[in-house]
């Protein structure tokens, strides 16, 4: 039984336990000696840990374990920078005897992963236009294995088994209600690109069955899911004979929702669905990052400081 979670830890807490590694590597520091730095997680979250000054004789141990690898840990909870660290003392690769459950280190989507696919799929072939209809049904049954487990990030939103179907579904929830205040709105486009917006994510994101990324791909790292997802539609409007004006402007969704180039759209949206679609997109983001932030904090309190929320720190209040 798993004794410690980590949005439940404090500061100056000694635990021994179990956690999932995330990253790891061996660095040197100023002072020229080797260090581990590792992430660690649950399904609760996630937490940076160091173990500092790493003896030659510890290195055959610690350069057996590996990404998704789960180990045992004894640390002291400490605060660097406004946020929680482990200062390991020791850690250890888990064996069968251990007895862990798995579904204490995967991170995941609060529903049914088959019951989201059944939902999007359904938006999807309500939908009225027919090219719209046909690109948004195609790529759903293309990808169907990877959506049930794919997350949507890496880290930060939705960086969680499921994650990518549960950010599409809630952002079709919200699509759907934006509708029906702004009746200019083509529900269809909306629609289709919400479906298409982070498709790409499937091959941008090197991800394992539990929903864990361990590297970015090649084409991820050198044209990311924005480019990607542009070259998808391209060439599957082409195959299923979609008008230009269409495939254009679908086209045009993805590679604007970001809004900002820093965040790698050369274009700002420049109709309204693709307006809301950039709206959608960082609502449904922002508040996966902020029920995240405040998991485990006391009512009444506020949480550590997240960087991705412009450095904030989040307050929980005492009533419910």
């Known amino acids: 039984m798993k004794n410690h979670y980590i949005a439940q830890l404090r500061t100056n807490d000694e635990i021994t336990d179990f956690f999932a590694v995330r990253t790891i590597g061996l660095k040197v520091g100023s002072n020229k000696k080797q260090y581990l730095d590792i992430s660690l997680a649950d399904n609760t979250g996630e937490i940076s840990a160091k173990k500092w000054d790493v003896a030659d004789t510890e290195l055959p141990s610690l350069q057996e374990i590996r990404e998704g690898d789960v180990v045992k840990v004894k640390a002291l909870v400490t605060e660097w920078n406004g946020m929680r660290q482990l200062k390991v003392q020791r850690l250890r690769k888990s064996v069968a005897q251990d007895g862990i459950e798995r579904a204490d280190y995967i991170k995941a989507a609060p529903e049914d992963p088959e019951d989201m696919y059944a939902f999007v799929l359904s938006r999807a072939e309500a939908i009225g236009d027919p090219d719209f209809r046909a690109i948004s049904l195609r790529l759903l049954a293309d990808d169907r294995e990877k959506l049930l487990y794919y997350p949507a990030a890496s880290k930060n939103h939705h960086a969680e088994f499921g994650g990518l179907l549960y950010h ?72 299923l004979g979609v008008p230009q004006e269409k495939a254009v402007m679908l086209e045009h969704m993805i590679l604007s929702h970001h809004y900002e180039p820093e965040f790698g759209s050369p274009k700002r949206p420049l109709f309204p669905e693709a307006e809301i679609l950039h709206y959608l997109d960082i609502v449904d983001a922002r508040m996966d990052d902020m029920e995240t932030a405040l998991q485990g904090v006391d009512r009444g309190g506020f949480s550590e400081r997240i960087w991705i929320l412009d450095n904030r720190s989040l307050y929980k209040p005492e009533f419910e």
């Open 168 to 239: 599409v579904k809630r952002m079709l929830m919200m699509g759907e209600r934006y509708c029906e205040v702004y009746t200019n709105l083509n529900k269809d486009l909306i629609v289709a690109g919400v479906i298409a917006h982070d498709i790409e994510k499937l091959t941008e994101m090197i991800a394992n069955k539990d929903g864990v990324v361990s590297e970015y791909s090649f084409e991820g790292k050198l044209l990311g899911h924005l480019i990607q997802g542009v070259k998808r539609i391209a060439a599957l409007s082409e195959e």
